[in-house]
């Protein structure tokens, strides 16, 4: 079956001016052009334009949609089993939140109560929608969905004495960074106790240490601004750098 611009247009609910757009960036070419110069889409062009759509609902611009679709089928399918459960877990992260705001407004009512504990569930789930929001695509891309999601869990299954420990571990580290970008001239030992402390706080939620994945950290503390400001906004300007300095000599 061949469909004019107007019925793919109404088919798929795509305007027309969209259609021949994607005609003019070679996105989406017509199977064939009428005798009377309309243009003719057909099933394979159908199937074309879902998948751009779909990618589109990505946020994907349309020149990496162009380079995406150059893929052979298993390529694609397995690119999108990670969109996939990438959304999944947005969407589980999304209804912890609205279960949080819910509990929180019948509290506000003096409908419930909350525990300590309860509080503290509350909060770890809090602070693992928070870095999603903020890091989750690039951690992802960089380390995979399954390592993530491990870390995530570990993270989830904290202990009140446990989480006390990482960030009694975190306030030492930067405490030690901030002391040293003050006074470069520091020992060689502040240098390592700040490789230590740093090992030591990712321990607590990585399910799997290694050097490699350290210093793939490092990289991404330096490649991305967001990630080099978590550390310099805390300690002082180029308190990353000297954090990723010290990863990178202790893990060569």
Request: contains cysteine; negative net charge.
């Amino acid at each position: 079956m061949q469909y004019t611009i107007k019925q793919l247009s109404d088919l798929v609910g795509i305007s027309t001016r969209t259609l021949r757009y994607y005609d003019q960036i070679n996105l989406l070419k017509p199977a064939t052009i009428s005798e009377a110069g309309y243009r003719l889409y057909g099933p394979k062009q159908v199937q074309r334009l879902r998948q751009i759509m779909t990618y589109r609902a990505l946020d994907f611009s349309l020149a990496d949609i162009a380079t995406i679709l150059t893929k052979k089928p298993d390529q694609l399918t397995a690119d999108l089993n990670q969109q996939l459960l990438h959304l999944q877990h947005q969407a589980q992260q999304l209804q912890l939140t609205i279960e949080t705001v819910q509990q929180q407004i019948l509290i506000n009512q003096g409908v419930s109560q909350m525990t300590d504990q309860e509080q503290f569930e509350i909060f770890k789930q809090q602070q693992l929608a928070e870095n999603e929001e903020q890091f989750g695509a690039e951690v992802r891309d960089k380390y995979g969905e399954a390592t993530i999601t491990a870390t995530n869990q570990k993270y989830a299954q904290l202990n009140e004495e446990q989480f006390a420990a990482i960030q009694k571990t975190e306030n030492q580290l930067i405490e030690l960074l901030k002391a040293t970008v003050a006074h470069p001239t520091t020992s060689a030992e502040n240098q390592t106790t700040i490789f230590q402390l740093h090992k030591q706080w990712l321990t607590y939620t990585w399910s799997n240490y290694s050097s490699a994945a350290h210093r793939g950290l490092a990289d991404m503390y330096l490649a991305d601004e967001r990630f080099t400001r978590y550390y310099d906004d805390r300690a002082g300007s180029g308190a990353t750098q000297l954090l990723c300095n010290n990863i990178y000599a202790a893990t060569k």
